[in-house]
Nanobody, 124 residues
Framework: QVQLVESGGGLVQPGGSLRLSCTTSGFTLGSYSIGWFRQAPGKEREGVSCISRSGGSTYLTDSVKGRFTISRDNAKNTVYLQMNSLKPEDTGVYYC?????????????????WGQGTQVTVSS
């Protein structure tokens, strides 16, 4: 059974940091590309970052470049999203998702399996 479980969310002040983890089971992580997405209240789900199967290629949406970093440890079945210099507009539910194909895309429709999400709130 394919499972993705996000953790690491919480309440943080502007300028703070969080590290999200996406722990997977039921499949060989190294065979899948992984994406991180977020959804703010009243808005569509948007792609934040994604990483190739080997970790050699990554994508970051423009609004998080220079602040967020995506990485993966296939041996630990985990993908990370390090978020620094957080802003109130980063607030939302963050999801990780997997897809078997290798090309990187921030399009949520391209991903097959999803976690339940973790809430990130950036507020003073």
């Amino acid at each position: 059974q394919v499972q993705l479980v996000e953790s690491g969310g919480g309440l943080v002040q502007p300028g703070g940091s969080l590290r999200l983890s996406c722990t997977t089971s039921g499949f060989t992580l190294g065979s899948y590309s992984i994406g991180w997405f977020r959804q703010a209240p009243g808005k569509e789900r948007e792609g934040v970052s994604c990483i190739s199967r080997s970790g050699g290629s990554t994508y970051l949406t423009d609004s998080v470049k220079g602040r967020f970093t995506i990485s993966r440890d296939n041996a630990k079945n985990t993908v990370y999203l390090q978020m620094n210099s957080l802003k109130p507009e980063d607030t939302g539910v963050y999801y990780c998702a997997s897809k078997i194909t290798g090309y990187l895309t921030p399009c949520p429709r391209s991903y097959d399996s999803w976690g339940q999400g973790t809430q990130v709130t950036v507020s003073s």
